[in-house]
């Protein structure tokens, strides 16, 4: 059973929790700060927030932070909607954010194993942007190409 009865009011809420993790991000170097927001079918809803490293390439984006809590959880699969913001510090949603190609993949490992597209609302001026995760990355590569048993 789907979480999503009110659209709107789900937006509301995943933007407002992407954007509280947004403001405990850790990017002293990029000085753009990221909060992502992860609605599961069981109603939780988990974050993450960009943890940088003073080895720049090392830097762990939103997104794949709140996967990887949900999955080293041993979740598996439930994922139903996603919101992501980011921006200057105090600032987040002055340009609309998507996530990043990497992400997109992390993202799609979570869903496919449970056989969900989930939406992603991109926080930004004007609303921002609505979209499935299909969109963000048709024809995906993800555990069935390698003989995993889906949900
Ligand atoms: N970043 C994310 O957290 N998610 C994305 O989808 C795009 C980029 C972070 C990585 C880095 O810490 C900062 O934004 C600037 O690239």
Not at 37 to 54: F, K, Y
Not at 94 to 120: F, M, S, Y
Request: with cysteine; net charge negative; hydrophobic share 45%.
């Amino acid at each position: 059973m789907s979480q999503i009865t009110n659209l709107a009011a789900t937006r509301e809420q995943l933007l407002i929790a992407a954007r509280a993790a947004a403001q405990i991000a850790y990017a002293p170097y990029s000085g753009f700060h990221v909060g992502a927001a992860l609605l599961l079918s069981d109603g939780r809803i988990v974050t993450g927030a960009n943890v940088e490293n003073a080895s720049y390439g090392l830097a762990l984006c939103a997104e794949t932070v709140a996967v990887a809590k949900i999955l080293s959880e041993g979740r598996r699969g439930g994922l139903e909607a996603v919101a992501v913001t980011g921006g200057a510090p105090g600032a987040p949603g002055q340009a609309t954010v998507t996530p990043c190609g990497r992400c997109r993949q992390v993202l799609n490992e979570l869903a496919a194993l449970g056989k969900t597209d989930p939406i992603i609302w991109c926080d930004g001026p004007d609303g921002g942007l609505e979209l499935r995760l299909s969109e963000l990355l048709p024809h995906a590569f993800g555990p069935s190409d390698l003989g995993l048993d889906q949900a």
